[in-house]
């Protein structure tokens, strides 16, 4: 619904629109993109190494039934050394993806 311009006295419009708002837009996508554009060539660090490059269920070394029997570093549950963080979607859909993709794009 559009809404109707306010009136003037005389049951006239005044003319003047609204500054727009997409420099706004444009100005807060620019900087959030420009802040993460120096991640993406970036290695992996902290926790990415033993969650993603050692991670046998990431390489698709395990079963894909230990996907959800281990924690996010590939670690069974019932360990005491697990950290009992349970994220078998993340591994499916980013890790063990993303890993296939680019195992398969190496003999492509």
Do not use: E
Request: charge should be positive; charged fraction near 15%; include cysteine.
């Amino acid at each position: 619904m559009k809404r109707r311009p306010p009136q003037t006295g005389q049951g006239q419009s005044q003319g003047k629109r609204a500054p727009s708002a997409w420099p706004l837009y444009s100005l807060v996508s620019t900087v959030a993109v420009a802040c993460y554009l120096n991640g993406l060539s970036g290695d992996f660090v902290h926790d990415d190494i033993p969650a993603v490059t050692l991670n046998k269920d990431v390489l698709a070394v395990n079963p894909l039934s230990h996907v959800f029997k281990n924690d996010f570093w590939g670690t069974p549950m019932a360990d005491l050394a697990s950290h009992k963080s349970y994220r078998p979607l993340t591994i499916l859909t980013f890790s063990r993806l993303d890993w296939i993709r680019g195992v398969c794009a190496t003999f492509v």
